[in-house]
């Protein structure tokens, strides 16, 4: 699922420059709620960036420290640098399969717990601010989730164990994670940085779904 909605958000004043940005600002709170409303029904949004240090230049206009909407519709969101610490407080991912966020400026998703019946797939790589995960003890399809160089994550939630479906873990470059991480045993692919991790139970055997080479 790879589609990729320009026209609205271009419409929306998004854009490489921040030329975008300036001219946002200019609208007045009924053209505001008028483009939230045509991204009303969007079902899939990738927003990528293509230069080579990974930045996204979506341009934000200055004080703007929360995003105010996203469709409650999607079913795949990808967005390369999402330059916000959370998820707007109304929206309601109930439809989402798959949540793609490399290298965020997320310190923690939402509050609470969300109906998550339908995620397979969360990527959070590379997100530095990243201090908590969001409570996801209800995705119980959830399937892979990429946690790679979240450097300022501190521990792997206990009902990671309860998430049966659960096959791939990556925790690589997590140097603040100490505790191995509570797992199912139906666990695939578990990647650990090995020096952060203090050490290693013995209930690791119990892990018999996990290859080894």
Same mark, same amino acid.
Request: proline share 6%; charged share 25%.
């Given at each position: 699922?790879?589609?990729?909605?320009?026209?609205?958000? !271009? !419409?929306?004043?998004?854009?490489?420059?921040?030329?975008?940005?300036?001219?946002?600002?200019? @609208?007045?709170?009924?053209?505001?709620?008028?483009?939230?409303?045509? @991204?009303?029904?969007?079902?899939?949004?990738?927003?990528?960036?293509?230069?080579?240090?990974?930045?996204?230049?979506?341009?934000?206009?200055?004080?703007?420290?929360?995003?105010?909407?996203?469709?409650?519709?999607?079913?795949?969101?990808? +967005?390369?640098?999402?330059? +916000?610490?959370?998820?707007?407080?109304?929206?309601?991912?109930?439809?989402?399969?798959? @949540?793609?966020?490399?290298?965020?400026?997320?310190?923690?998703?939402?509050?609470?717990?969300?109906?998550?019946?339908?995620?397979?797939?969360?990527?959070?790589?590379?997100?530095?601010?990243?201090?908590?995960?969001?409570?996801?003890? !209800?995705?119980?399809?959830?399937?892979?989730?990429?946690?790679?160089?979240?450097?300022?994550?501190?521990?792997?939630?206990?009902?990671?164990?309860?998430?049966?479906?659960? !096959?791939?873990?990556?925790?690589?470059?997590?140097?603040?994670?100490?505790?191995?991480?509570?797992?199912?045993?139906?666990?695939?692919?578990?990647?650990?940085?090995?020096? *952060?991790?203090?050490?290693?139970?013995?209930?690791?055997?119990?892990?018999?779904?996990? *290859?080894?080479?």
């Amino acid at each position: 699922m790879t589609e990729i909605v320009q026209s609205k958000w !271009k !419409k929306a004043g998004w854009s490489n420059n921040g030329g975008g940005a300036r001219w946002l600002r200019t @609208l007045g709170p009924e053209e505001q709620r008028g483009i939230g409303l045509g @991204l009303a029904r969007v079902r899939l949004l990738k927003i990528f960036c293509c230069d080579e240090l990974n930045k996204c230049k979506v341009g934000i206009p200055p004080g703007d420290d929360d995003l105010q909407f996203l469709p409650d519709l999607l079913v795949y969101l990808h +967005w390369d640098g999402y330059p +916000w610490k959370s998820f707007p407080s109304s929206f309601r991912p109930q439809y989402l399969v798959e @949540l793609n966020l490399p290298y965020s400026k997320v310190n923690k998703l939402w509050k609470g717990s969300l109906h998550l019946g339908s995620l397979k797939k969360i990527d959070l790589g590379y997100s530095e601010n990243l201090i908590m995960l969001p409570i996801l003890s !209800k995705a119980r399809k959830l399937e892979r989730i990429y946690l790679d160089y979240c450097s300022s994550l501190q521990e792997v939630p206990s009902y990671f164990q309860d998430l049966h479906e659960l !096959k791939t873990l990556f925790l690589e470059g997590c140097s603040s994670v100490r505790e191995f991480p509570k797992v199912s045993k139906c666990i695939e692919c578990l990647v650990l940085s090995r020096p *952060s991790i203090e050490q290693v139970p013995s209930t690791i055997q119990d892990l018999s779904c996990i *290859s080894r080479s």
